[in-house]
Structure formats: structure tokens, C-alpha cells
Nanobody, 112 residues
Framework: QVQLVESGGGLVQPGGSLRLSCVAS????????MGWYRQAPGKERELVAG???????TYADSVKGRFTISRDNAKNTVYLQMNSLKPEDTAVYYC??????WGQGTQVTVSS
């Protein structure tokens, strides 16, 4: 049974940073595609960043240079380091993996 558990969300001021974590069980993160997605109120869910087994990463244009996706194979965990946060980054952030698995989401709110 695959489980993805996100954590690390919260309230942060514009320009601040957060690191999201996605702890996976039932899959091996270094062998599959892992992605971070977000959904803001009234908007569709969108890809934020993804990483494949070979380590290649991809980012939405809106977060390039500010967000970094990484993984810790020993902890079977994927991270999303978010810097220079903007109010428009406010959303529920979800972790997803190959096979269509999703976590429960973690709220990120960027506001002064």
C-alpha cells in the first residue's frame, strides 16, 4: 500500500522560505517519478516541480530559480525547498508519485 505524507506547510511572510517534505512508503522514491503540485482556491491543480529516477528535474516557469526539488534516498523522502515566496504561491501543496498516488496535501500561505 502506497502512502505519501506531506508536512512543512504553514504561514510565511513574502520573501520567506519553507521546506516541504513528502515521506513515502510502499514505493521507492529513487526509482519512480515524484512530483509536487499545488492548487489555489478556484484554480486547477498544477505541476510545481518533478524529479525522475535518473535525477532529472523539471519546474514550472513561475517557480524556477526559487524552488528546488530534491530527495533523500535513505529516508525515502522528497523535499521542496521554497525560497523568495510570493503571495501567489499560496495554495495547498500535494506530493504525487508514479501510479497516480497522492498525499493529503499541506497548506502554504504567503501573507504579511
Amino acid at each position: 500500500q502506497v502512502q505519501l505524507v506531506e508536512s512543512g506547510g504553514g504561514l510565511v511572510q513574502p520573501g520567506g522560505s519553507l521546506r516541504l517534505s513528502c515521506v513515502a512508503s510502499g514505493i521507492i522514491v529513487r526509482l519512480v517519478y515524484m512530483g509536487w503540485y499545488r492548487q489555489a482556491p478556484g484554480k486547477e491543480r498544477e505541476l510545481v516541480a518533478g524529479i525522475i529516477s535518473g535525477g532529472f528535474t523539471t519546474y514550472a516557469d513561475s517557480v524556477k530559480g526559487r524552488f528546488t526539488i530534491s530527495r533523500d534516498n535513505a529516508k525515502n523522502t522528497v523535499y521542496l525547498q521554497m525560497n523568495s515566496l510570493k503571495p501567489e504561491d499560496t495554495a495547498v501543496y500535494y506530493c504525487s508519485s508514479s501510479g497516480g498516488y497522492w498525499g493529503q496535501g499541506t497548506q502554504v500561505t504567503v501573507s504579511s
